[in-house]
């Protein structure tokens, strides 16, 4: 939600009301529940697959799944962990 409510602010748009989402945030515009959402997505296949697309400059994140190690492990070790 905080994300959500700074890029709309930034964008100068203050009319707007934030719902948090269980899951499912896909079907909302088509049910009448809302008329834009904000999702995560990898692929986009789920946006296409609702008829869904990003509106221009409305990517508010990108992120990076990253695995991060104690200094304290040896390199040998961690490698294995991997195999």
Do not use: H
């Not at 602010?9 to 904000?38: D, H, N």
């Not at 609702?50 to 040896?74: P, Q, T, W, Y």
Request: net charge positive; aromatic share 8%.
């Amino acid at each position: 939600p905080n994300l959500t409510e700074s890029f709309f602010l930034s964008k100068g748009v203050s009319q707007f009301r934030v719902v948090p989402s269980l899951g499912a945030t896909e079907s909302y515009p088509f049910t009448g529940s809302s008329e834009l959402i904000t999702d995560i997505t990898s692929t986009g296949s789920t946006l296409k697959a609702n008829n869904l697309r990003i509106i221009n400059d409305g990517v508010m994140l990108k992120s990076s799944a990253c695995i991060f190690v104690s200094k304290k492990i040896e390199k040998n070790k961690f490698l294995n962990l991997l195999k």
